[in-house]
C-alpha cells in the first residue's frame, strides 16, 4: 500500500505561482513507480496535469500547463513536486498526487492505483 500526503495549495492572483508537494511513504525510485498530478473541477472529469518517471527520466504535461507548470521528485524525501508559474483562473481546482507500481509507460493517459486526498488551488483574476 501506498499512502500520498499533498501540501501547498491555497489561494493566489492571477500571474502568481504556488508549490505543491507530495510525500510518498515509499521509495519514490522504487521500480517501475510513476507518479502524477492531476487535476478536478466539480462536475468535471479529473485531468492528468503532469507525470514523471522512475529516475525523473520522462515528464509529460498536459497541453493546457505547459511552459507554466514543472514536475519533479526529490528521491531522497520522497517527495513529488509541482511548481506551478504564471497561475490563471483556470488553474483553479482540487490538485490529486497519484502515483502506481505497473509495468505501464509513465503517461498522462496511464491509469493510477494510488491517490492523495488533494489539495485546493484557487486562482483569482
Known amino acids: 500500500q501506498v499512502q500520498l500526503v499533498e501540501s501547498g495549495g491555497g489561494s493566489v492572483q492571477e500571474g502568481g505561482s504556488l508549490r505543491l508537494s507530495c510525500v510518498a511513504s515509499v521509495d519514490t525510485d522504487s521500480p517501475n513507480f510513476c507518479m502524477a498530478w492531476f487535476r478536478q473541477v466539480p462536475g468535471k472529469e479529473r485531468e492528468a496535469v503532469a507525470t514523471?518517471?522512475?529516475?525523473?527520466?520522462?515528464?509529460n504535461y498536459a497541453d493546457s500547463v505547459k511552459g507554466r507548470f514543472t514536475i519533479s521528485k526529490d528521491d531522497d524525501k520522497n517527495t513529488l513536486n509541482l511548481q506551478m508559474d504564471s497561475l490563471k483562473p483556470e488553474d483553479t481546482a482540487m490538485y490529486y498526487c497519484a502515483a502506481d507500481r505497473s509495468p505501464s509507460p509513465c503517461t498522462l493517459e496511464r491509469a493510477f492505483d494510488y491517490w492523495g486526498q488533494g489539495t485546493q488551488v484557487t486562482v483569482s483574476s
Open positions: 514523471i518517471s522512475r529516475y525523473s527520466i520522462t515528464t
